[in-house]
C-alpha cells in the first residue's frame, strides 16, 4: 500500500520560509516522479511543482518561480519543498503525489499522478 505523508506545514509570516517534506512507502521511489500540489479555500487544486525520477528535471508554476525549490532524496524516499518568501496568497493546504508512469514530458500534467498524501496546512498571515 502506497503511503505518502507530509510535514513541515504551518503558520509564517510574509517574507517567511518554510520547508515541507514528504515521506513515501510502498512503491519505488526512485522510479517515481513526484510533485506538490496546493489547494486553497474555494479555488482548484494547482500544481506547484514536480521533480522527475533522478531529480535531473524540475517544473515550477510561474507563481514560485525563483521562490519555491523542490528536491528529492531517493535514499530516504523523501521530497522536499523549500519554500521563500512567502506571500498570503501561498497559503493553502499543500499534499505531495507519486506517479511511476510520468515521463520528463508529462511532469507537469496534474492528471498523471496517482498517489496522493493527506496534505499539511501552509497559512502566510501577518
Known amino acids: 500500500q502506497v503511503q505518502l505523508v507530509e510535514s513541515g506545514g504551518g503558520l509564517v509570516q510574509p517574507g517567511g520560509s518554510l520547508r515541507l517534506s514528504c515521506a513515501a512507502s510502498?512503491?519505488?521511489?526512485?522510479?517515481?516522479?513526484m510533485a506538490w500540489f496546493r489547494q486553497a479555500p474555494g479555488k482548484e487544486r494547482e500544481l506547484v511543482a514536480a521533480?522527475?525520477?533522478?531529480?535531473?528535471?524540475?517544473y515550477y508554476t510561474d507563481s514560485v518561480k525563483g521562490r519555491f525549490t523542490i528536491s528529492r532524496t531517493n535514499v530516504k524516499n523523501t521530497v522536499y519543498l523549500q519554500m521563500n518568501s512567502l506571500k498570503p496568497e501561498d497559503t493553502a493546504v499543500y499534499s505531495c503525489?507519486?506517479?511511476?508512469?510520468?515521463?520528463?514530458?508529462?511532469?507537469?500534467?496534474?492528471?498523471?499522478?496517482?498517489?496522493w498524501g493527506q496534505g499539511t496546512q501552509v497559512t502566510v498571515s501577518s
Open positions: 510502498g512503491l519505488p521511489f526512485s522510479s517515481a516522479a
Open positions: 521533480i522527475a525520477r533522478s531529480g535531473s528535471s524540475t
Open positions: 503525489a507519486a506517479s511511476p508512469r510520468a515521463i520528463l514530458s508529462t511532469l507537469k500534467v496534474p492528471g498523471v499522478y496517482d498517489y
